[in-house]
């Protein structure tokens, strides 16, 4: 390669942010796969914070060094040896205020979008590049790709948002209305603060160039602070979904470039949401959508997934008619229970064959019924409680269980408000529960929903029977006693059921937890603001009403097995 560090990148207020240019050896002119972000390209995948995420990597996908030496990875960015060996020039650009990159540092902000878009178009137009742009890139470094792509600058080409997130309010920070708050505050200051332009000597060395990652100026804690804004405060005001917001999320009618989206099984919390959402929304008539299963990262540096992103880009970077328009529109790996996994394809999402089943909560035997149950009474549960555990009886067959799932309820309060959580699990026959490896923990449940009682307004003219929607513009304070019908969104998933596997619906008051564990093993995405969630409000009792007329319903969508065995590839 030819390498370029801390290259010049202007913006239109005259910043200048600083990016890593990397070339092939021979040729002149080359498509560019770039990527924008606060994690810093001048710090390695294989140093600290992210060094035990690289060693589980390699450690359990060794192929992922056979291709390449990875002597100049980034976190959740591509691998600048395997793509210029590929024909391609990579492109890695601090955001302003982090790394080497000058300026007031604001994640997600819409001054970082334009910043985006202005780097986007010095590339297309540097000598070395053939003025065709793609992005590509996981997590932050794909949900900055919707918002850049709305803008449409004239050089961008392609996308391929590898599990990100679209809705600023819904995806990313107050689920169901809810604050989430503990990954603000876990990851904003490891990865990002830790990156600040101005730690100079205090900061991480780049071990390329032998200089201060963030900057030679070393300035103090107060001028750091005063150069940043910091997001919790910000989430903290901007209760409803208003143009703060909004700001942030972007318009996905304007994206009209082709995109591939890769949506992880058990992104709940963050990384599942917007990619089926932007896939199902965006204007682009080349799109595809991609599944997995799996670790955050794990997926997209294995050899079929940079196979997939390399033939996505050299069709439409290159020209190359290489069979991708052939591609099914989704491609979906749906995880076995056992660690496997089954792939199958639609050419819609959700799935074109999927069978919407209704299940109807039972008060008595607190299972999930086909049939709507005769009976007339009344469950409660406190906030801070266990909450209500509804299980079906076991599959009779494999059953897939492939899409969004949504929940119907007749909820009640004595208080002015009241938080739902709901939880979705698998149950194997000895009525163990099944977990998942996943883009958020560990030990993941199947999916999750959330709604604050008083955020309960939905627009009929948005939501779907699988995909309620709420507006969230206004509280809307619960009379007490009085009975409302909420319709909850339960995230999409994906999982195989053998024969006498069941589904549970928990519907709870605070973070699903297991009994004596820390409930960060099911999720990092938690709940437990005190300006949010005042300490007060968790012992609120909320009324589940049950009778002929008032049916509670969790609506699954399943779909025909396939037949052939799973694949044992990866590790899940």
Known sequence: MRIGFDVAVPTTDGTVLRGDVFLPAGGSRFPVIMSMGPYGKGRRFQDEPYASRWRRLVDEHPDVLAASACDYMT??????????????????????????????????????????????EWVGTQPWSSGA??????????????????????????????????????????????????FYELWYPNQVLSNQHGLGENGPVNPWTGQPA?????????????????????????????????????????????????????????????????????ASVDRWLAVHPGRHEEWFYLPDSVALQQQFFDHFLKGEDNGWPDTPRVVMHVPDTDGGYRTRT???????????????????????????PQITTDLHFAADGEGLTFTSAPMVGDTDIVGPMAARLHVSTYSSDTDLFLTVRVIDPD?????????????????????????????????????PWHTHDENQPAEPGVMYVVDVEIWPTGVHLPVGYSLALTIGGHDYARPGQDPTAASLFLHTDPHDRPIGDRTTTTTLHFSAELDNTLLVPTTPVLTEPPSREGTL
Request: aromatic share 8%; proline share 7%.
């Open 346 to 372: 639609s050419h819609t999402w959700p799935p074109h064959d999927t069978i919407w089943t209704e299940l109807h909560l039972n008060p008595v035997s607190r299972t999930l019924d086909p049939e709507t």
């Open 431 to 467: 009525g163990s529960e099944v977990t998942f490896v996943g883009a958020i923990a560990s030990e993941q449940v199947l999916s999750n929903g959330w709604l604050r009682l008083s955020h309960r307004k939905s627009d009929p003219t948005c939501s779907l029977p699988w995909r």
């Open 75 to 120: 976190y959740e960015t591509v691998d600048p040896q395997l793509w210029t060996a590929a024909g391609y020039a990579v492109v890695r650009v601090d955001s302003r205020g982090t790394g080497a990159s000058p300026g007031h540092l604001e994640i997600f902000s819409p001054q970082e979008t334009a910043d985006y878009h202005d780097a986007i």
């Open 214 to 282: 963030t900057g030679a100026e070393t300035l103090s804690n107060d001028d750091l602070a005063a150069r940043r804004t910091d997001p919790i405060p910000a989430l903290r005001e901007h209760i409803l979904d208003d143009d703060w917001h909004r700001a942030r999320t972007p318009d996905v009618s304007q994206i009209t470039v082709p995109v591939l989206s890769a949506a992880n099984w058990f992104g709940q919390g963050l990384h599942g949401r917007g990619n089926f959402e932007a896939f199902t929304s965006a």
């Open 133 to 182: 742009v793609g992005l590509c890139g996981i997590s932050y470094y794909a949900i900055n790709q919707w918002r850049v792509a709305a803008l449409r600058p004239p050089h961008l080409a392609a996308i391929c948002p590898w599990e990100g997130a679209l809705d600023n309010y819904r995806d990313m920070t107050r689920h169901g209305g809810i604050l989430s708050n503990l």
